[in-house]
């Protein structure tokens, strides 16, 4: 197991609630990305943030949006939820974000979408 | 056209044979290539990554990338069944974004 950790490790919200989820990433990174994974489907990814600044972003809207901390922990914020953002959600932390770094997975959060 | 492209499979070899997983990508400026397993309900675990053309062994493990035809493969060498998973093929196509392919499915069969 990677010293990637997020809670909660499940979820069960309503169709227009707003949700937070969280990540703490591995001693010594400094750059977390977050990843939408539907079933039967690879990874999507949503953003990253490099010393608390978003630092690239995917298709996703405005509803998802994020934040990192000092300590490079870092949150997913989803408004107005869909039926469709039901999803494991992951984080990945790495060391600086560089095209050549590997990045850490989290066990994700299972969110699902009433 | 996807821009990272897996066969969703279900690929299945027998006990101590050599498994082959391919992924094509769409993204000529890409600059690494990385092989994840992911057992069902678990979070990706990275296997390989390799950045130039030519082949990266690590264990029981070959990655190969041929940027010209934009290709890497994953071969595994005496396939056991704890090999049983999902492999993801992801590209760095750069400004920090990393895509995912859908995965292939392999089955290991004793």
């Known amino acids: 197991e990677t010293g990637v950790t997020q809670s909660p490790t499940h979820l069960i919200k309503t169709r227009g609630q707003q949700v937070t989820l969280r990540c703490s990433s591995q001693s010594g990174h400094n750059t977390v990305s977050w990843y939408q994974q539907a079933l039967g489907q690879g990874p999507q990814f949503i953003f990253q943030y490099y010393r608390e600044e978003e630092n690239g972003r995917g298709n996703f809207p405005p509803r998802f949006s994020g934040l990192q901390f000092p300590n490079y922990s870092s949150e997913l914020n989803v408004n107005a939820l869909e039926l469709d953002d039901s999803a494991l959600y992951l984080c990945?932390?790495?060391?600086?974000?560089?095209?050549?770094?590997?990045?850490?997975f989290g066990p994700g959060t299972r969110l699902t979408v009433l | 056209q996807k821009e990272v492209e897996q066969n969703s499979g279900p690929l299945s070899v027998p006990e101590g044979a050599i498994a082959s997983l391919n992924c094509t990508y769409s993204?000529?400026?890409?600059?690494?290539f990385f092989w994840y397993r992911q057992y069902s309900g678990k979070s990706p675990e990275l296997i390989m990554s390799i950045y130039s053309n030519g082949d990266k062994e690590d264990g029981r493990f070959t990655a190969q990338l041929n940027k010209a035809s934009q290709y890497v493969s994953l071969l595994i060498r005496d396939s056991q069944p704890s090999d049983s998973a999902t492999y993801l093929c992801?590209?760095?196509?750069?400004?920090?974004?990393?895509?995912f392919g859908t995965g292939t499915k392999l089955q290991v069969i004793p």
């Open positions: 992801a590209v760095n196509q750069g400004y920090q974004k990393v895509t």
């Open positions: 990945a932390s790495s060391l600086a974000g560089g095209a050549t770094d590997t990045q850490d």
């Open positions: 993204d000529r400026g890409s600059q690494s």
